[in-house]
C-alpha cells in the first residue's frame, strides 16, 4: 500500500489530509436539488480499495459538471481533500 494513502476505514470528519485510491463501483445520474441555500446539482459514486471496503461519494454543482463525463465505472482514481461527513444511519 502507498504510504500516502489513507486507508478507508480510517476516515472521518476532522482528518483533514488524505487520500484514497478506489475502484468505481457505480455512478448516478445527474439529479438537481432546490432547497432554501439555492438551486443545484450533484451525482454520486461507489468506491471499493484494496480491502474490499466501500465508499459513497457524492459530487456538487462545479464539481458535478466536471468530474461527470471524466468519472468511468471500473477505473481506478485517487481522490483527496474532500469534505468528510458520516453516514446519517
Request: charged fraction near 25%; charge should be positive; aromatic fraction near 12%.
Amino acid at each position: 500500500m502507498d504510504p500516502l494513502l489513507t486507508p478507508s476505514n480510517a476516515l472521518n470528519p476532522y482528518l483533514r489530509n488524505w487520500s484514497i485510491e478506489g475502484r468505481a463501483l457505480a455512478k448516478t445520474k445527474i439529479r438537481e436539488y432546490h432547497n432554501a441555500k439555492g438551486d443545484g446539482i450533484f451525482f454520486g459514486f461507489d468506491l471499493v480499495d484494496k480491502d474490499g471496503s466501500k465508499i459513497h461519494m457524492t459530487c456538487f454543482n462545479k464539481v458535478a459538471d466536471k468530474f461527470y463525463d471524466v468519472f468511468q465505472i471500473n477505473s481506478i482514481y485517487i481522490i483527496s481533500g474532500a469534505c468528510l461527513k458520516e453516514v446519517k444511519k
